[in-house]
T-cell receptor, first 120, second 116 residues
Framework: GAGVSQSPSNKVTEKGKDVELRCDPI?????LYWYRQSLGQGLEFLIY????????KSGLPSDRFSAERTGGSVSTLTIQRTQQEDSAVYLC??????????????????FGEGSWLTVV | AQSVTQLGSHVSVSEGALVLLRCNYS??????LFWYVQYPNQGLQLLLK??????LVKGINGFEAEFKKSETSFHLTKPSAHMSDAAEYFC??????????????FGTGTLLAVQP
C-alpha cells in the first residue's frame, strides 16, 4: 500500500501477557519511529530506527518494551508482561532519511493509523 | 533539548470564526516546526511545516502558521472555521540538523471544536 500500515488495529490482552505490534513503513523510507498516544498524555516518543545505525531507544519507558526492525523495513514493537498502564494507541511512522539540506530533519514523517492496545 | 507547549487543551470556535491554536517551542538550536492534525479514529496528517526560508507557511485546508523566532512561537491560524476542521491538532519540533538521531517532539495537543 501507499501508506504506513500497522497491525493489529485493535488488541485486547490480559495483564501479564506479551503483545507484538507490527509496522510496515512506506516503501523506500529508511527512518521508522514508534510513538505512544495515551489519553491526555499527547504523543510520547518511544524509539527511532535510521537505516543500519543503532536505534535511538531513549523513549522506551521500561525494559518490558523492545523493538526490532528486520531487513531495514518491517518493525515489531514488543511489550512483555503487559500492565494496565500500557493501554494506549501505538503509532508507527516513517520518513525519508535525507533531503536537500542533507539532514532529513525537514522531511515529512508519515503516520499509520495506530494499534489500539487495551490491557484488562 | 527541544520541547513544545500548546496553550489550551480545548478550543471552541463558531463556524466562520477565526481559528487560532497556540504553540510555543524551546530549542537550543534552530528548530524545524510542524503542525499535525488527527481526525477521530485516524492517524496523524501533516498540515504544514517550517524548515527554512519564508516564516509564514501555508498548509492544507486553508491553515497557515508563522514562525516568530523572537517570540519562540509557531501559532496555527485559519481565517474561517469549517465544521470539518473539528479535530485534534499537534504542534511538533525537531532539531534543524542531525537527522540520524533526530526525533520529533510533540506538544500535548489542542482539541478544536467547531460550533454551528
Amino acid at each position: 500500500g501507499a501508506g504506513v500500515s500497522q497491525s493489529p488495529s485493535n488488541k485486547v490482552t490480559e495483564k501479564g501477557k506479551d503483545v507484538e505490534l507490527r509496522c510496515d513503513p512506506i516503501s523506500g523510507h529508511t527512518a521508522l519511529y514508534w510513538y505512544r498516544q495515551s489519553l491526555g498524555q499527547g504523543l510520547e516518543f518511544l524509539i527511532y530506527f535510521q537505516g543500519n545505525s543503532a536505534p535511538d531507544k531513549s523513549g522506551l519507558p521500561s525494559d518490558r518494551f523492545s523493538a526490532e526492525r528486520t531487513g531495514g523495513s518491517v518493525s515489531t514493537l514488543t511489550i512483555q508482561r503487559t500492565q494496565q498502564e500500557d493501554s494506549a494507541v501505538y503509532l508507527c511512522a516513517s520518513s525519508l532519511s535525507r533531503d536537500r539540506d542533507g539532514t532529513g530533519s525537514g522531511n515529512t514523517i508519515y503516520f499509520g493509523e495506530g494499534s489500539w492496545l487495551t490491557v484488562v | 533539548a527541544q520541547s513544545v507547549t500548546q496553550l489550551g487543551s480545548h478550543v471552541s470556535v463558531s463556524e466562520g470564526a477565526l481559528v487560532l491554536l497556540r504553540c510555543n517551542y524551546s530549542s537550543s538550536v534552530p528548530p524545524y516546526l510542524f503542525w499535525y492534525v488527527q481526525y477521530p479514529n485516524q492517524g496523524l496528517q501533516l498540515l504544514l511545516k517550517y524548515t527554512t526560508g519564508a516564516t509564514l507557511v501555508k498548509g492544507i485546508n486553508g491553515f497557515e502558521a508563522e514562525f516568530k523566532k523572537s517570540e519562540t512561537s509557531f501559532h496555527l491560524t485559519k481565517p474561517s472555521a469549517h465544521m470539518s476542521d473539528a479535530a485534534e491538532y499537534f504542534c511538533a519540533v525537531r532539531k534543524g540538523y542531525g537527522g540520524a538521531t533526530n526525533k520529533l517532539i510533540f506538544g500535548t495537543g489542542t482539541l478544536l471544536a467547531v460550533q454551528p
